[in-house]
């Protein structure tokens, strides 16, 4: 077998955009050794091809499944090729002279022929190594991983969340790690840490094309061993129409190992925004009725704007089992999996606050924070969601759209 120099592909991030799970399964075990210092996960629909780019987010390698649905494969190909630099490996059934010859000129590096061999994918990865721009080159292997944290509703606890999530990352490994408090107008990642910063998210939109090492450094504020960007203190002018958070998280991801963003909600472009660049979102919700009925509207809210659902993650905070609906009810009613529950501690996490201290990991919330950031440190593939149960329909009324 002819050997290539893995030197330029070993840490980059990839991604399978394939609807097809054998096809998947087949090609998975040949990519992930050769990324021994990157990342491996999967697109498992065709999204808007308008989309696609924030969908793929800071890959720079794409596995993209031709075969499947050669028309929609070849708009995402060419809106791909005309948004970015990232390099894409067709995906085709057989040998199909006409259709490689289309995927190459809608912008494709190479292509892969099924079945899939090692020598096919050692080879095509060389070939997008070589063509591989050298802005991308000299930029970070592995870009952060960026965690949105939402609210289904206001008080679900979204923001107790996603700081405890920040420190958890940190106790965890991760070695730079920063908490960007990205609501504009309703922010309290300021009061909960008991922190007085100067500068606030706003000073990085205004410098944006200024934005150096040395000006973030001044920008954010260290605590526990973490950075953390705050909210302004009070509602400055044009604060509620900034629509697009790029500027911040592009810069972040490229210096941070970690990056959790504590969102105002799910709805309006300047969430949408952080939801589209995140590889990751947490929507928070309790397990009562009108905080379950509000995140259903937020998963169809996200899933109408084009944000996958591979990336959405329902987490259940303050959740008792004796009050409320269960974990498995929960799942049944609103048609995707629980993610995880993080149990209630009213006494630690009230301490906590008034310390402006994370809450400890030996308390019941600090454990559920534990096994989250865990989950989410490993996870890169999703189980599938409960099926459509005569409980389900029972509780559909419950959070049926009213006409």
Known sequence: ??????????????????????????????????????????????????????????????????????EQALAILQEIARQSRIQVLALLGGNNPDLIMKCLRAGAVDFLLRPFTAD?????????????????????????????????????????????????????????????????????????LKLKPSFSFMDVLQ????????????????????DVLLSPDMALPGVSQQVDAGPILNFARQSYDVVIADTGSAYGEWNLSQARLATEIILVTTNELPALQAAQRALTYLETNKIG???????????????????????TALHTEVFDTIPSDYEAIQKALMEGKPVPSSTAFGKGMMQLAERLGAVEKRAKPPSNSGLSKLLGGLFSKKN
Request: overall charge positive; some cysteine.
């Open 120 to 192: 096919q994918v050692e080879s095509a990865l060389a070939k997008a190594a070589k063509v591989l721009p050298m802005a991308e080159s000299a930029a970070p292997a592995v870009a952060a991983k960026v965690v949105a944290v939402m609210p289904a509703k206001g008080a679900c606890g979204a923001t107790t969340v996603a700081c405890n999530l920040a420190f958890q990352f940190h106790r965890m490994g991760a070695k730079r790690v920063l908490l960007a408090d990205l609501d504009p107008l309703a922010g309290t990642v300021s009061f909960l």
């Open 309 to 331: 659902k591979w990336k959405t993650r329902l987490v259940v905070n303050r959740y008792e089992r004796d009050l409320g609906l269960s974990r498995e009810v929960i799942g």
């Open 1 to 70: 077998m002819q050997q290539h120099d893995p030197a330029n592909f070993l840490s980059w991030r990839a991604i399978i955009l394939s609807p097809d799970r054998a096809l998947v399964a087949e090609l998975e075990p040949l990519i992930l050794p050769r990324l021994t210092g990157g990342s491996l996960s999967r697109i498992e629909y065709y999204p808007n091809p308008r989309d696609a780019g924030a969908q793929i987010g800071s890959a720079q390698l794409v596995f993209l499944d031709v075969a499947s649905n050669p």
């Open 207 to 226: 410098r944006g094309n200024e934005l150096d090492p040395d000006l973030w450094k001044a920008t954010i504020t260290s605590t526990g061993g973490i």
